[in-house]
């Protein structure tokens, strides 16, 4: 078999996208029997539950924070405490690759500086994976725009190094080469691939009722809508609320960490528009074995972003797995994913009006349409499942 190493700081943390998706696709090529699957991260709660195939190393991690909010000079700190101690897992990355005799090392939401640093003393072929392709100043915060700029030339050198380097759709690519200054040869090797996500009859499914009551939600009929995940800026949650504010027929939920937004800002907008009775919240990070009490709630899922943003949404792909239709805008390549696929709607007007409108024809859709998204979702988890998505990733290693 082919021993592959896969490089995730956070992968083993209680909070963020990586655990599930290093899961995700390490599970895939584990159970293909061609990969012998090795994963390098930060010690955490979840070290011990990854699949029972791929092997742990959790190292020591000392106490890094989990969060990037609060003032700008906190922001700075965490940041620079983060390159310090991920300038040492790349030092254990390559003395681990080495004593491994790895076939390959992919490198999975990294630290730009730390990793440039050390990335051309690998001998293996290695591969990485991009989750966001945003080296501008469309960033949330003052310092995240200046570090992002700042790491421009490492992110350059990253992709050097790289045999291939992958982001979850074109618009993705296209956002890295200009925002990189990618010569041709170097933009060739940057691929699309979509952002996996388990396959229905792979989880745990919750029906609605039994969902509700497990999650206290059963006293309101009206269907509900999830906003799952981080907690921020960039997900537009006035416009959201402003038209929940409008759509009458629609609850929402809202669960997940805070990043850079806060709860009390949520429930202050949601207090003024007099929405409170139907805005419910569930702070803090919901690990994977209790996602399907809040999918199963739901009656749609929602991903309203920045139109700047040029990253991918794991919460509008996750929610094939729970057969969930999702109301998308923002990011050109997740609008494109749904007008394609046809697993929900679109609201490509960015107004709180035009956002309620769509709500109100996704409550008012009949029993026939919903079936016929719920067929196209099943057909789109099938297309893009784990294994789909683990066969680009892995195709042809040396």
Excluded at 39 to 47: H, N, S, T, Y
Aim: charged share 20%; proline share 3%; aromatic share 10%.
């Amino acid at each position: 078999m082919k021993r592959i190493l896969i490089f995730s700081p956070g992968v083993f943390q209680s909070y963020g996208h990586e655990f599930d998706y290093v899961n995700g696709l390490a599970s895939a090529a584990a159970a293909t029997g061609t990969f012998d699957i090795h994963v390098l991260g930060f010690d955490g709660p979840f070290a011990a539950k990854l699949h029972a195939k791929i092997t742990v190393h959790a190292r020591h991690q000392g106490g890094i924070a989990n969060a990037k909010g609060g003032s700008m000079f906190g922001q700075i700190g965490w940041g620079l405490k983060r390159i310090g101690q991920s300038r040492s897992l790349v030092r254990d990355a390559l003395d681990l690759s080495a004593r491994l005799n790895t076939a390959g090392i992919f490198f999975e939401s990294f630290e730009y500086y730390s990793l440039a640093r050390r990335v051309g003393r690998f001998r293996q072929p290695l591969r990485c994976l991009f989750h966001d392709t945003s080296f501008d100043r469309n960033q949330t915060s003052i310092a995240a725009a200046v570090y992002k700029r700042a790491m421009v030339a490492s992110a350059v050198t990253i992709v050097k190094s790289c045999e291939r380097t992958f982001v979850h759709g074109d618009a993705m690519k296209i956002n890295l080469v200009r925002t990189l200054g990618l010569s041709a040869s170097l933009a060739a090797r940057v691929s699309a691939i979509p952002y996996g996500a388990s396959e229905p009859s792979d989880v745990r499914q919750v029906d609605r009722a039994e969902a509700r009551a497990a999650l206290g939600l059963n006293g309101d009929p009206r269907p509900i809508l999830l906003a799952f995940g981080t907690l921020r800026k960039d997900k537009e949650f006035p416009r959201l609320l402003e038209a929940i504010s409008m759509a009458n027929d629609w609850q929402l939920l809202v669960a997940g960490p805070e990043g850079d937004l806060g709860f009390e800002e949520l429930e202050n907008l949601a207090r003024q528009l007099g929405i409170c009775g139907r805005v419910h919240y569930r702070k803090g990070f919901i690990a994977s074995g209790d996602q399907p009490l809040y999918f199963g709630a739901a009656d749609a899922v929602v991903g309203i972003y920045s139109q700047s943003i040029r990253h991918e949404s794991g919460t509008c792909k996750l929610a094939r797995t729970f057969v969930k239709p999702i109301i998308v805008s923002g990011p050109p390549d997740l609008e494109e994913y749904v007008r394609k696929t046809g697993v929900g709607w679109v609201a490509a007007d960015r107004t709180a009006a035009a956002l309620a409108v769509i709500l109100s024809l996704a409550a008012q859709a009949s029993t026939v349409e919903r079936s016929a998204v719920e067929e196209r979702i099943y057909e789109c988890a099938r297309q893009f499942s784990w294994s789909r998505v683990c066969a680009r990733v892995f195709d042809a290693w040396c």
